[in-house]
């Protein structure tokens, strides 16, 4: 089973308006840690925001907010009044607590296009 | 700016050659992994390591090979390229292993096995 998933490959948005990009994650770990990044057409991956499984407020980062729905599973990104440089790809990623599990796991992330 | 550099930044290559790509941090964190990124797969962990001669495998780390000698440099190494490996490698670092630790990104090495 996929651990993290974006169902949306795709968006357009209106400049201004905001976006909501999805994300559902799967563990059974209770301490776990959700991450967006930011990957623009220069190829870099920037970190934006982050969201600790026992976090209890949802995080927020400037434009970005994170809707973290524990019980649903789900860590959406929102981002306020779009601008035309968030036109991105962009991933959520987790970080799971068990001893030795170091890594980061993707989803297949969402390309966003803010329209003019 | 999380002081990441990797080098060469573009690399074309033939099959069956080795190539070794580097990462290198100022930052003097424990914590480096190599990822790749592939359409469709978002990134996957290739290698990483956590201090100084100690490297572990990712969940793709077939053909892949790591070295650490030093705080700052970590080396990726394809001992034998094919064209399967082409893909775009990312080095990252982390202050400490835990769930809780943001992993910084360098700028990427977009890599082509011909």
């Known amino acids: 089973a996929q651990k993290i998933t974006q169902t949306q490959p795709g968006m357009f948005v209106q400049e201004k308006e905001a976006v909501t990009l999805d994300c559902t994650y799967d563990?059974?770990?209770?301490?776990?840690?959700l991450f967006w990044y930011k990957q623009p057409s220069s190829g870099e991956m920037i970190f934006l925001i982050y969201?600790?499984?026992?976090?209890?407020q949802n995080a927020t980062e400037g434009r970005y907010s994170l809707n973290f729905q524990k019980a649903r599973k789900s860590a959406n990104l929102v981002i306020s009044a779009s601008q035309l440089g968030d036109s991105a790809m962009y991933f959520c990623?987790?970080?799971?607590?068990?001893?030795?599990?170091?890594?980061?796991?993707f989803g297949t992330g969402t390309r966003l296009t803010i329209i003019p | 700016d999380a002081g990441i550099t990797q080098s060469p930044r573009h690399k074309v290559t033939e099959t069956g050659t080795p190539v070794t790509l580097r990462c290198h941090q100022t930052?003097?964190?424990?914590?480096m992994y190599w990822y790749r990124q592939d359409p469709g797969h978002g990134l996957r962990l290739i290698h990483y390591?956590?201090?100084?001669?100690?490297?572990d495998k990712g969940e793709v780390s077939d053909g892949y090979s790591v070295s650490r000698s030093k705080t700052e440099d970590f080396l990726l190494t394809l001992e034998s390229a094919t064209s399967s490996q082409t893909s775009v490698y990312f080095c990252?670092?982390?202050?400490?292993?835990?769930?809780?630790?943001?992993?910084?990104f360098g700028p990427g090495t977009r890599l082509t096995v011909l």
């Open positions: 990623a987790m970080r799971e607590g068990r001893f030795g599990n170091e890594k980061l796991t």
């Open positions: 563990t059974s770990d209770p301490s776990y840690g």
């Open positions: 969201q600790g499984s026992y976090d209890q």
């Open positions: 930052e003097n964190h424990r914590y």
């Open positions: 390591s956590y201090g100084v001669k100690d490297t």
């Open positions: 990252a670092i982390a202050l400490a292993g835990s769930y809780t630790d943001t992993q910084y």
